[in-house]
């Protein structure tokens, strides 16, 4: 049995928010991307070529949509998580995590939880913790500094890894490394 103490902070849940939310829709990014340069680089070409006024009408095509995206993948991940601990955080305050090899329980100021392994569906390592998915949008995050040392981390994988085989705990990605 492995049992974890901590409080999960705004930093915590609001990492979570990102990674749900970009893990889903990443490829939306490349193409509002790729969109932007195309709608710049058109208005570059309309204004060296005298259509300044259709040029005008690209660019400020290309500002709402950059506002839209920084709006929608920039600030709203951040606003929820805030909302989130704010308004139905039944998880406020210091929180511990029980894990053994029959289920996972959660024990906070305000609410208590337990569901057996089965429940799992992914477990992903971010670079600053652990999410441990029980459906496609709820999650159980795991920061790694609620790990006392290397030694309890190594251990705790081992049992994750065994409780929820044949799946795996997914390595951090690319977007994992980030967040």
Known sequence: MIQL???LTL?????FMYFHMLRRVWWLLVIVAVLMLFGLSL???LALA???????AYGVAVLIILAFAGFRFGLLPYIHAKKLLASTNPW??????????????????AARSEFGWTRVDAVYETRSG?????????????PKRWFVGIEQEADWRTLVERQISP???IAP???GRRL
């Open 43 to 45: 208005a570059g070409l």
């Open 167 to 169: 799946k795996r705990l």
């Open 130 to 142: 652990y999410l441990i998915y029980l459906g496609p949008v709820a999650a159980v995050v795991i």
């Open 173 to 175: 990605g690319w977007l």
């Open 50 to 56: 005298g259509a300044g006024d259709v040029a005008l």
């Open 11 to 15: 930093e915590d849940v609001t990492r």
């Open 92 to 109: 406020g305050g210091e929180v511990t995590r029980t894990f053994s090899p029959e289920h996972i329980e959660s024990t906070g100021p």
């Open 5 to 7: 103490r901590g409080t």
